[in-house]
C-alpha cells in the first residue's frame, strides 16, 4: 500500500492548510503523513505532494480545532507549530485525529497516553516554557532616539507570544523586539497597536547608539546586580541552573556593554 | 467608609504626609554623617541593597493586573523572576531599604545601631526613578521597599507610603510593589499603605517570643503580630467590598508574607513547622519564608556557624512547607516532640512515606488525587496529569515516566494496573537504603556547599568566629 506525504510549509497556515487537504484526500489517517518544509530524504512507495498555503483552509482548521477540542488545545497547537522541530505538522495531525475519536473532546490534551498527543504537549510546553524565559530574561536598551530595543535568540518562534505581554506593560513606549535568528521585528508604537515586520535577506538594522541615561541605568543594575547576592550563599551551580547560559548574551547584567555594536 | 476613596486619600494625605515633613527639616541626618555631601546614586544604591538582601522574600505573585493604558506597569499571577544572583536566588523586585539608620540593635542584624557601617537614604524621588527606570529596561518586576527604623516607628512608615504614593499616583507606576509594615507604626498608615501595595509583610524574625527578646531587645512579639492580624483583617474586609462594590480599590491584594531567620536560637524543626503552620492558618499567610541564618555579627549571643549558614536545614523546611500549602499535609504528620527534627539524608515527603509503609502501594489508575499527590516522586503537576489521562484509559509505567513522575524515587511506591514495576520489597530498610543510594539533588552544593565534617584544622574559618564561639 502507498504512503501519501504532504509537504507544506513552515507556518501555522501552511500546516492547517496540509491537515485540510489530508482530511479531503479520504485516506485512511496512518498512511497519511505530514511533513514540514522540503523532505530530503525520499522513500520509495510513497507519493510526495506540494501543498500551497490557503488561508481560507488554514482559517476553517482552526476554528474547528478552536470549536470541537477547546481553548487549551488551540493554544498548544499554536504553540506546538512555533517548534523547529520537524515531526510538529504530523503531531499536530494527528493528535487531531485522535481527538476526533475521543469521546470527550475537549479532554483532548490531557490524554497524554496518546504518542501524538504527548508530542504536541511536549513541543508546546518547549515553546510556552522558552516564551516565559525570554519575559523573565529579556532586556531592553534605550537608544538615543528613545526607542527601547530588545534582541532575542529564541529556538522557537515565540515573539508572537511574548510582544502582547509588553504591549500591555508599556503602552507609552516605543519599543522592538528583534528576534536576531529569524529577521522577525515587533515593533509597538507609542500608544498604537504592534505589528510584526521582518528584515529583507541578508538586511540590517539602521546603526543605533544607546542613550546617555542607559549607560548609566545598565551600570546601576549591574551594580544592584552584584551587591543583592550573599556571598555565604554562592551557588554558581544553582544560578545555571535557574538562568541557562544561553540567555546570557542578550542580558545586560552578564554582557556589561549591553550590545557589541 | 474612611478609605479608598480618592477624595480621602487625600484628605490622609494632607493630615499625616505633609505634617512630619514639614516638622523634620528634609532629611537632616545625611548632612549630619556625610559632611562633605551627598553620597552619589550609585554608592546609596550599592549600600541599601547589600542592606536588603538578607531579606528572603522576592516573589511576584499572588496578583494578576492588566495595564489601564495610562501609565506603565501590571503584574503576572504567577510572578516572573527577572535575574538570578551569584547565589542563585531569584531577582524579581528592585530590593532596597529605604534607610539603613536604624534605631535598633537587633543582633543578627547588619544595620544594627551599634555596627559602624555605611550610612545612607534614598529620597521617594530617587526610588521612583530607579524602579521606572529598570522597569522599563525589563530588570525588574517592582519595587520591594523595606527600612531600617530612622526616629520611629511612624516617621520610617511615613516616608515608605511617600515614596510609595509617588509612584502609584505621580508616576502612574502599575507593576507589582510589595512594602514592610514597621511593627509599631500607626494602624491608619498600615492601613493607607495597604491600599497602594500588592503585598504587605511583617516579619516574624525568630520563631518563638523567648528567642526574639534575647535577640532583638527591641522589638516584641505583640507589636509583630499586631500589624499581622491588622491586614489579615484589613484583606478579608476587602473582599467583602470588591464583592459588593467591584470597582472598590484593593487593599494588598497578593496577601501578605513573613519570614523568620533559622539556626540563630535553639528551635527545633518541629517548633518551626508549628509556628508556620499556624500563621497559615490563623493568619492566612500568603508565604512563610525561612532564612538560613548568615553570620554577620560578631556577638556572644549569637552561634558561631563555621559550616556556613544551615542551608540544608533551610531547605528541608522549605519542602515541608511545600507539602504543607499543596500537599495536603499536616505539620503533625511530619514531625513530633519525640522526632522534633528532620531527617538529614531524605526529604520529608519519603520519610513520611517510609513511616507509614501500611498504606502503600498506591494504584495509579484507581487511587485518590490526595493519596496520588503523597507518593515520593509525584508532584503536584504529575499528579494532576495522571487524574486527567487515566479517564482515557490505563496508565503504564511507561506513560508515568513521560508524565513527569520521578520513577526511580515512586517505584517503591506504586502500582500500575496491579503489576509494580519491578519485584520489590516493600520494607523500610530495603526502601530507604535505595532512596539514599540514588542521590537527592539539592539546588545547592557542587560549588562549596556540602555536609562538611568539621574538624579542627578547618582553616577557611574566619578567626572571629573560633573566639566567638556560640552558646549552640
Not at chain 1, 32 to 52: K, P, S, W
Not at chain 2, 20 to 28: G, Y
Not at chain 2, 41 to 70: F, H, P
Not at chain 2, 169 to 186: C, D, E, S, W
Request: with cysteine; charged share 25%.
Amino acid at each position: 500500500m502507498e504512503e501519501y506525504y504532504l509537504i507544506c510549509e513552515d507556518s501555522l497556515e501552511g500546516i492547517f492548510t496540509g491537515i485540510y487537504n489530508a482530511y479531503l484526500m479520504k485516506k485512511p489517517h496512518d498512511r497519511l503523513h505530514i511533513c514540514v518544509g522540503a523532505e530530503d530524504n525520499y522513500r520509495l512507495f510513497a507519493v510526495y505532494q506540494e501543498c500551497a498555503p490557503d488561508e481560507k483552509k488554514a482559517a476553517s482548521v482552526a476554528r474547528t480545532v478552536l470549536r470541537e477540542f477547546g481553548e487549551e488545545a488551540y493554544l498548544s497547537v499554536c504553540r506546538a507549530l512555533a517548534s523547529p522541530e520537524a515531526d510538529k505538522g504530523e503531531a499536530v495531525y494527528k493528535a487531531v485525529v485522535t481527538g476526533f475519536s475521543m469521546r470527550r473532546r475537549r479532554e483532548l490534551m490531557g490524554n497524554l497516553a496518546d504518542p501524538y498527543v504527548r508530542r504536541v504537549f511536549e513541543l508546546a510546553r518547549f515553546t510556552a516554557n522558552e516564551a516565559h524565559f525570554h519575559v523573565e530574561f529579556l532586556r531592553f536598551r534605550e537608544l538615543q532616539s528613545g526607542i527601547l530595543y530588545a534582541p532575542i535568540g529564541p529556538k522557537n518562534n515565540i515573539i508572537t507570544f511574548i510582544t502582547p505581554h509588553f504591549a500591555d506593560r508599556m503602552p507609552l513606549e516605543n519599543f522592538v523586539i528583534h528576534d536576531d535568528t529569524r529577521n522577525i521585528l515587533a515593533v509597538h508604537p507609542k500608544g498604537r497597536d504592534w505589528f510584526l515586520t521582518s528584515l529583507q535577506e541578508g538586511g540590517e538594522l539602521p546603526e543605533y547608539r544607546l542613550s546617555q541615561g542607559e549607560e548609566e541605568y545598565s551600570e546601576l543594575f549591574c551594580h544592584f546586580f552584584h551587591t543583592i547576592a550573599i556571598k555565604e550563599r554562592n551557588s554558581y551551580v544553582r544560578q545555571r541552573g535557574m538562568l541557562p547560559l544561553r540567555y546570557r548574551k542578550y542580558m545586560t547584567e552578564f554582557n556589561k556593554q549591553g550590545l557589541e555594536t | 467608609m474612611p478609605f479608598g476613596t480618592e477624595a480621602a486619600m487625600e484628605r490622609d494625605k494632607n493630615q499625616l504626609i505633609s505634617v512630619p515633613v514639614k516638622e523634620q527639616p528634609q532629611l537632616p541626618y545625611l548632612a549630619a554623617i556625610n559632611p562633605t555631601g551627598q553620597k552619589t546614586l550609585m554608592e546609596k544604591l550599592g549600600i541599601l541593597s547589600d542592606a536588603a538582601k538578607y531579606d528572603v522574600s522576592c516573589s511576584s505573585s499572588g496578583v494578576g493586573r492588566k495595564g489601564d493604558g495610562t501609565g506603565i506597569g501590571n503584574t503576572v499571577a504567577g510572578g516572573i523572576c527577572h535575574s538570578f544572583g551569584a547565589d542563585g536566588r531569584c531577582i524579581s523586585l528592585l530590593k532596597i531599604l529605604f534607610t539603613n539608620e536604624c534605631i535598633y540593635d537587633c543582633k543578627y542584624c547588619i544595620n544594627r545601631r551599634s555596627n559602624d557601617v555605611p550610612r545612607a537614604s534614598f529620597t521617594p524621588d530617587e526610588i521612583c526613578e530607579l524602579t521606572i527606570q529598570f522597569y522599563r529596561r525589563n530588570y525588574i518586576e517592582g519595587l520591594f521597599l523595606s527600612s531600617g527604623i530612622l526616629h520611629n516607628p511612624d516617621y520610617t512608615m511615613e516616608l515608605i507610603y511617600e515614596a510609595v504614593y509617588k509612584l502609584r499616583t505621580l508616576y502612574r507606576f502599575q507593576g507589582y510593589i510589595h512594602v514592610k509594615a514597621i511593627p509599631g507604626a500607626n494602624p491608619l498608615l498600615v492601613q493607607r499603605l495597604g491600599m497602594l501595595a500588592d503585598r504587605m509583610s511583617v516579619n516574624l524574625e525568630l520563631p518563638t517570643a523567648e528567642g526574639l527578646s534575647r535577640l532583638a531587645p527591641n522589638k516584641h512579639r505583640k507589636n509583630i503580630l499586631t500589624p499581622m492580624r491588622q491586614i489579615q483583617r484589613g484583606i478579608t474586609q476587602n473582599k467583602e467590598e470588591i464583592a459588593v462594590y467591584r470597582h472598590a480599590s484593593s487593599f494588598v491584594p497578593a496577601g501578605q508574607s513573613t519570614q523568620m531567620i533559622v539556626g540563630a536560637t535553639p528551635e527545633s524543626d518541629y517548633q518551626i513547622m508549628m509556628v508556620a503552620e499556624n500563621l497559615y492558618r490563623k493568619f492566612e499567610l500568603k508565604r512563610v519564608y525561612y532564612s538560613a541564618f548568615v553570620s554577620v555579627n560578631a556577638d556572644k549571643e549569637l552561634p558561631a556557624l563555621p559550616g556556613g549558614p544551615p542551608l540544608l536545614r533551610e531547605h528541608r523546611l522549605y519542602q515541608a512547607d511545600w507539602l504543607l500549602r499543596f500537599y495536603g499535609f499536616e505539620a503533625d504528620e511530619l514531625l513530633s516532640e519525640q522526632k522534633p527534627n528532620f531527617n538529614v539524608l531524605l526529604d520529608p515527603k519519603a520519610d513520611w512515606a517510609l513511616r507509614h509503609l501500611e498504606l502503600f502501594p498506591v494504584e495509579i489508575n484507581r487511587a485518590d488525587y490526595r493519596m496520588i499527590l503523597r507518593v515520593p516522586g509525584i508532584g503536584v503537576k504529575s499528579a494532576q496529569r495522571i487524574v486527567r489521562a487515566r479517564k482515557n484509559g490505563a496508565l503504564a509505567f511507561e506513560d508515568l515516566k513521560k508524565i513527569g513522575v520521578t520513577l526511580k524515587r515512586a517505584l517503591y511506591f506504586i502500582t500500575c494496573s496491579g503489576k509494580m514495576m519491578y519485584p520489590t520489597k516493600i520494607e523500610e530498610d530495603y526502601i530507604t537504603r535505595n532512596l539514599i543510594s540514588n542521590k537527592e539533588k539539592l539546588p545547592f552544593g557542587a560549588d562549596g556547599m556540602t555536609y562538611k565534617q568539621l574538624s579542627l584544622f578547618d582553616d577557611d574559618m574566619p578567626g572571629w568566629q573560633k573566639i566567638a564561639g556560640g552558646t549552640l
